[in-house]
């Protein structure tokens, strides 16, 4: 699954639906560092609280908005969040959900190696 392209409808819609919510513009300033879009990843669980999802599980950096600094008290310094496209719709540590997309803060990511010489020749004969 590839992230969802910003001209994808559901993309337009999702971020101005947030846009709304927000009050403000996404940031599409994608910093260098960061994971870039379409980067696979497992979102992962916390290893000191039972969350902050259900399960982990795989997902796409999406594209929607650039990553962004967290803006928390239990922020580590520079720590980003990014919006990631579930595979399967989730369900977060309280239930919630289900969800089919979030902002994950990075310390729940683990980016997934990428599928070199996976390419596709044709079948066998």
Same mark, same amino acid.
């Given at each position: 699954? %590839?992230?969802?392209?910003?001209?994808?409808?559901?993309?337009?819609?999702? *971020? *101005?639906?947030?846009?709304?919510?927000?009050?403000?513009?996404?940031?599409?300033?994608?910093? $260098?560092?960061? %994971?870039?879009? +379409?980067? =696979?990843? #497992?979102?992962? *669980?916390?290893?000191?609280?039972?969350?902050?999802? *259900?399960?982990?599980?795989?997902? #796409?950096?999406?594209?929607?908005?650039?990553?962004? %600094?967290?803006?928390?008290?239990?922020? =580590?310094?520079?720590?980003?969040?990014?919006?990631? #496209?579930?595979? $399967?719709?989730? /369900?977060?540590?309280?239930?919630? +959900?289900? /969800? &089919?997309?979030?902002?994950? @803060?990075? &310390? /729940?990511? &683990?980016?997934?190696? $990428?599928?070199?010489?996976? #390419? @596709?020749?044709?079948?066998?004969?």
């Amino acid at each position: 699954m %590839l992230a969802s392209s910003s001209s994808d409808p559901t993309n337009t819609g999702d *971020r *101005r639906a947030v846009e709304q919510i927000m009050s403000r513009p996404l940031c599409q300033d994608w910093p $260098a560092p960061a %994971l870039t879009a +379409g980067s =696979r990843v #497992t979102v992962v *669980r916390d290893p000191d609280w039972d969350g902050p999802w *259900r399960n982990e599980f795989l997902g #796409t950096i999406d594209d929607m908005g650039a990553p962004e %600094l967290v803006e928390s008290p239990h922020a =580590r310094v520079g720590e980003l969040a990014f919006w990631v #496209t579930f595979d $399967a719709p989730q /369900y977060d540590s309280d239930g919630a +959900g289900p /969800y &089919r997309k979030a902002q994950i @803060w990075d &310390r /729940y990511l &683990r980016p997934e190696p $990428a599928l070199h010489g996976s #390419t @596709w020749n044709g079948p066998r004969t």
